[in-house]
């Protein structure tokens, strides 16, 4: 369930930002985070209330049917916690190797709940017990926004030194963070990377560039929506996670593209989709190094989540009463060389209190125009991170 979930929600964030860039930075966000944050506060809201109903319709995404009796709080919960326990199998052999003798990768998860000093005793203990049992988030107490910044710079590895600007206000902190680190199952040589021309929206520019020639073997999958985009999945090594990176056809937008993406995600427009793994591929993508931070107020209150955002009508009482959100941060970073993949991604949900397979021919796909490029974990079909490069 929540694996379709946070997909949907990560979909509709992306598509939402597409909406409004002028096409000159890059996109990315971690669905994986975000979901987790904001599933925090849905188990703070007043049961019955429109903070919660608004918040649970989207994170429940299109995984569940019209009728909500058959998909409640505690299902949703449920699902995450079992996604959540299976990344901590990730992170508790991330020094090891799989069952083939791979390098397994690195996946890291953390929650917190941070309160100012002085006012943990103001949240209400079956919340901050629930949270722990079932997200490993632990409650404690911090005087400054640096204390939240150096605690998600630790779970980061430093990737993500600062969430929180210094002068952010707030009376409680519901916090997510997540690193992944893989490396390619079959490596780019070093040898091969070149500067290329990139086609940016803003203008031609040259970017290191990668050139990878991969056999049948090395099982490097295409994905082609006719008159869409054609993607290609990139295996990280240890079999669960790979890349999928996607590159529109000439003329067809990246929101046109995403759409189609989206759909083809789904059971009913499957068959839509080519799947191949050719005898020889030829790949070449630039190498990048993105940054990305966004307050996600705005885009929340679009798709529906307006309650939660309003002194004086948000109800956050089964955490503690009195409380507002007053900001949704969420930052990431990404970076793609010849060897793999490092990724990071922090989102805190500050608070106030209100004063109120066949045989196919080779193939060579290069990346040289915006692309869109995910982590998925494909063994419960979640999209870890997601985004769009624009200008590596």
């Known amino acids: 369930m929540s694996g379709k979930a946070i997909n949907d929600l990560g979909y509709l964030l992306l598509n939402s930002l597409l909406r409004e860039s002028d096409g000159t930075s890059n996109i990315f966000l971690s669905p994986a985070s975000l979901f987790t944050a904001l599933t925090l506060a849905l188990n703070g809201a007043g049961v019955d209330t429109n903070t919660h109903s608004q918040l649970f319709h989207l994170l429940r995404g299109s995984s569940a049917s019209a009728d909500s009796s058959q998909f409640a709080e505690p299902t949703l919960n449920s699902g995450l916690k079992e996604l959540i326990d299976s990344w901590s199998l990730v992170s508790s052999t991330a020094t090891g190797s799989d069952q083939d003798g791979q390098p397994s990768p690195t996946l890291l998860m953390a929650n917190g709940i941070f309160a100012k000093r002085g006012t943990i005793t103001l949240m209400q203990p079956a919340y901050t017990q629930l949270m722990s049992s079932l997200f490993q988030a632990s409650a404690r107490e911090v005087s400054s926004p640096q204390d939240i910044n150096d605690w998600v710079s630790t779970a980061t ?7 929180l600007n210094p002068s952010q206000q707030f009376e409680a902190v519901l ?8 490396f390619w199952k079959s490596a780019f040589k070093k040898s091969l990377t070149s500067p290329r021309v990139f086609h940016a929206p803003s203008g031609d520019v040259e970017v290191p560039t990668m050139v990878g020639v991969f056999e049948k073997a090395e099982k490097i999958t295409v994905l082609t929506f006719p008159g869409k985009y054609n993607a290609i999945s990139l ?7 790979s890349a999928l990176v996607a590159l529109p056809d000439e003329g067809v937008s990246m929101q046109d593209a995403l ?14 989709i080519q ?29 529906g989540v307006k309650d939660a955002f309003l002194s ?6 089964r955490l503690s009463e009195g409380l507002f959100v007053s900001s949704v941060i969420h930052k990431t970073v990404v970076e793609v060389d010849e060897e793999g993949t490092v990724a990071a991604a922090a989102t805190a949900v500050a608070m106030n209190r209100c004063l109120a397979l066949p045989e196919e ?11 869109m490029f995910s982590i998925q974990d494909l063994t419960t079909a979640t999209m870890m991170f997601v985004g769009v490069v624009q200008l590596p």
């Open 235 to 241: 295996p990280y090594k240890g079999g669960r996670f």
């Open 175 to 182: 916090c997510n963070v997540l690193y992944f680190k893989g």
């Open 312 to 317: 004086g009508k948000a109800d956050f009482s």
């Open 259 to 272: 759409h189609a993406f989206v759909q083809g995600d789904k059971d009913a427009h499957a068959e839509q």
């Open 157 to 163: 590895k430093g990737k993500i030194p600062e969430l």
């Open 275 to 303: 799947v191949r793994v050719p005898s020889r591929t030829e790949i070449i993508m630039p190498k990048f190094k993105s940054g990305f931070s966004i307050e996600l107020k705005d885009a929340l209150q679009e798709l």
């Open 361 to 371: 021919e080779p193939l060579s796909i290069e990346f040289n125009r915006p692309f």
